[in-house]
């Protein structure tokens, strides 16, 4: 993605929407994140993400959790040196990718975590990120992504926040 200017997003992608960007009608709960599926390039060309798109960390932090999504596996990641002013850590959490690896793996901001995971659906193949305070006495096996609107140990953020 050397030739990267910036992502398009279609209506409904962003944190907070109730709007369906994969078809028609309106999703049950607001959308925990950021979804990004295609970028324009410098000379003015919209690429669509795949399977050979690697997905780098964001910041410094360790891999506490993978698990199936139906796209392909998300990747839960603590970043323990971040923190709130109220003391909670900052988790970031991706969806939908084909991971390199594990739990309990330490990994460096911009290191890749996996790739996006172009498992054959009628949606376009993307990355979904969430951020969010969370509790330092979390347990991290317990994050789902049902529970992330319902736990009052957890704190979603509008990924713009902390994107450029």
Do not use: C, Q
Request: aromatic fraction near 12%.
């Amino acid at each position: 993605m050397a030739d990267f200017k910036k992502w398009i997003f279609k209506k409904g992608m962003l944190f907070n929407s109730y709007e369906k960007w994969w078809g028609k009608g309106k999703r049950n709960f607001a959308h925990e994140g950021i979804d990004l599926s295609a970028f324009e390039t410098l000379t003015g060309k919209v690429k669509k993400l795949n399977g050979k798109i690697k997905v780098p960390a964001l910041f410094n932090g360790e891999i506490v959790k993978v698990e199936k999504d139906f796209l392909g596996k998300s990747v839960f990641i603590k970043h323990s040196d971040i923190t709130s002013e109220t003391g909670e850590y900052l988790y970031t959490l991706y969806g939908h990718l084909k991971p390199l690896y594990s739990v309990e793996k330490k990994i460096e901001k911009g290191k890749a975590i996996g790739f996006v995971s172009d498992k054959s659906l009628k949606i376009d193949p993307h990355i979904h990120i969430s951020f969010a305070w969370i509790a330092k006495d979390f347990n991290a096996k317990n994050i789902t992504w049902n529970n992330l609107r319902d736990n009052k140990s957890i704190r979603l953020i509008d990924p713009a926040s902390l994107l450029n």
